[in-house]
């Protein structure tokens, strides 16, 4: 049984949380400030949690930084901050995905089976994966079907067929294939995805597996 923490200080969430996972088959545990959160992580070693950014004792971002300074359990944040620059914090804190309040519940269980999926995937370390009409042979570097890629747009695709499901950050895309000088050259990112959509997207307008997430990076849906 999949072992699910949830941090937030309002009791109305923290209850329906725990009953729509309990009622899905999750183990799940609570904890209404950061403090506990750190505590109950360390006790209980969660395989996921769910995280509010707006604690009353510290700041979720100081939470995350908690967390990975020891264990790399998947992260979903959950908070009612929809600015652009907080979700770029917390995923660059070690982030895996964030959820905007209000939210439905359906999204929300959603992106957690999406990334307990991906970090499935990412242990078992895939040679080939399915892209649309495409298999994609991450060991061998070629694409069914004569598709040829230039080693940048491989090292791109690459990060995010490991990542299934899992928004990867623009910073950390540009600072893997660039270098860290280069985390502010976005466009970098926009003309390699089209490069990327033009050779593996059935329709390149209206992607269904290479996704911009706006503002914050990108995520491959399989």
Not at 10 to 39: C, H, K, T
Not at 80 to 90: F, N
Not at 169 to 184: D, E, I, N, T
């Amino acid at each position: 049984m999949t072992k699910i923490l949830v941090v937030d200080d309002e009791p109305q969430i923290l209850r329906a949380l725990r009953i729509n996972l309990a009622a899905r088959d999750y183990e799940v545990a609570v904890a209404a400030d950061g403090a506990s959160a750190l505590r109950e992580a360390a006790d209980w070693q969660p395989d996921l949690v769910v995280l509010d950014l707006g604690l009353p004792d510290m700041d979720g971002v100081d939470v995350i930084h908690g967390l990975r300074g020891w264990t790399r359990v998947p992260i979903v944040v959950l908070s009612g901050r929809a600015d652009s620059q907080d979700k770029i914090d917390a995923l660059d804190a070690g982030a895996d995905d964030y959820v905007t309040k209000p939210f439905g519940i359906g999204e929300l269980l959603a992106r957690v089976r999406a990334v307990t999926r991906r970090t499935a995937v990412h242990e078992s370390e895939p040679v080939r994966v399915t892209l649309g009409e495409h298999t994609v042979d991450l060991a061998g570097k070629t694409v069914s079907g004569g598709v040829r890629l230039t080693p940048t747009e491989w090292h791109i695709l690459e990060i995010l067929l490991r990542n299934p499901g899992k928004l990867v950050p623009q910073r950390y895309l540009l600072a893997q294939v660039w270098g860290s000088s280069h985390v502010k050259e976005t466009h970098y990112l926009r003309q390699y995805l089209a490069q990327l959509r033009k050779k593996l997207e059935r329709d390149p307008a209206h992607p269904e597996h290479l996704i911009t997430e706006p503002g914050m990076g990108y995520r491959f849906t399989p």
